[in-house]
């Protein structure tokens, strides 16, 4: 009973500090406009974070004009490049959701994802209905934007599907293999050739900036065997002799070209083809060409996988990630 009676008093002479400390202001008791104006200062990635800390913080995350600040330049051209149209009644924080995630598109395709089908299918065996919902056939489209979640800068990436490849056609020389490593699950695998040579384009609303090309790359068979990742280098051969050389172009006459010997067999490189920029005053997509090629023909080449063409914000290039 004594310590009943302890409890108790303690609780009664505790109870006017806890009703200060319930006078004292918080983080909860701060205006959502004020606290829209803070977050508009954080990057995205904070912006989700903070969303957290409370009711206060979490309505403010919704504020358009938090996220309009994040989103690209002319992020509508953008939406309809990929979308073939312009989705009505979204907020921009939907927006940014759809663009800093990996979107794909081709040029004869548009995806839609805020639509998403919904039907219902009957097995007879089971009794039962299944629900299906089509989501984007991602591995169907050859190339994908998105938006890097730090920066907001636009990235982009097209699958060598989508690309000239001398040859390509011809078993002898080239196949398509499953690759667990490529955002489009397969590459291009080359066996062996005398002139190599890959060309692509795209055309694309790019936000103002200066923008880096690169070319993903293999040199050997990616496998695996008994769950381990292995290479075959047996077929390399070629690529020491005489350098690689890639060029870019894009339609207001910027030329940039590089060249090397492809020496690191067993990883995935990223070979840089060059740069471009784009400059604020452009409205209109940016016409891009890139190329790739070994046209000497005193020698084959052989032993190298291709997989795609990316482009991404030359300030983000130090940290481009494997795919």
């Given amino acids: 009973m004594g310590s009943g009676l302890s409890l108790f008093t303690n609780g009664s002479s505790s109870s006017p500090s806890r ?52 989103l690209p330049h002319d992020y509508g051209s953008i939406l309809e490049k990929i979308l073939g149209g312009f989705p009505e009644k979204l907020r921009k924080r939907d927006i940014y959701n759809f663009l800093s995630r990996v979107n794909s598109f081709d040029d004869g395709t548009k995806v839609h994802p805020f639509s998403q089908r919904l039907s219902v299918c009957f097995v007879p065996e089971r009794k039962i209905h299944v629900l299906i919902r089509f989501f984007d056939v991602f591995l169907l489209l050859l190339q994908k934007a998105w938006v890097d979640k730090r920066t907001s800068d636009l990235c982009l990436c097209l699958s060598v599907k989508g690309l000239s490849v001398t040859g390509i056609d011809d078993r002898r020389y080239w196949n398509h293999i499953p690759s667990d490593e490529s955002r489009f699950s397969s590459v291009a695998y080359l066996q062996h050739v005398w002139w190599f040579q890959v060309d692509g384009e795209i055309e ?9 090309v690169f070319f993903r790359l293999h040199l050997g068979k990616p496998g695996k065997r008994c769950g381990w990742k292995v290479c075959n280098t047996e077929q390399i051969h070629g690529w020491d002799i ?82």
């Fill in 19 to 70: 009703e200060r400390d319930l006078l004292k202001p918080g983080l909860g008791d701060l205006p959502e406009s004020c606290v829209a104006l803070i977050l508009e200062k954080l990057d995205p990635v904070e912006i989700c974070r903070f969303s957290k800390l409370n009711r206060a913080f979490r309505s403010a995350s919704w504020a358009d004009f938090v996220w309009e600040s994040k």
């Fill in 242 to 323: 005489k350098p690689v050389q890639f060029q870019i172009w894009t339609e207001d006459g910027q030329h940039s070209s590089s060249q090397c010997k492809l020496t690191e067999p067993g990883t995935w490189s990223h070979y840089h083809a060059g740069d471009f920029v784009v400059g604020k005053s452009k409205s209109s997509s940016t016409k891009l060409k890139f190329s790739m090629t070994q046209i000497d023909c005193t020698h084959t080449k052989g032993g190298l996988c291709v997989d795609s063409v990316i482009v991404y914000p030359s300030s983000c290039k130090d940290r481009l990630r494997r795919f």
């Fill in 204 to 212: 694309f609303p790019f936000p103002a900036g200066t923008y880096s």
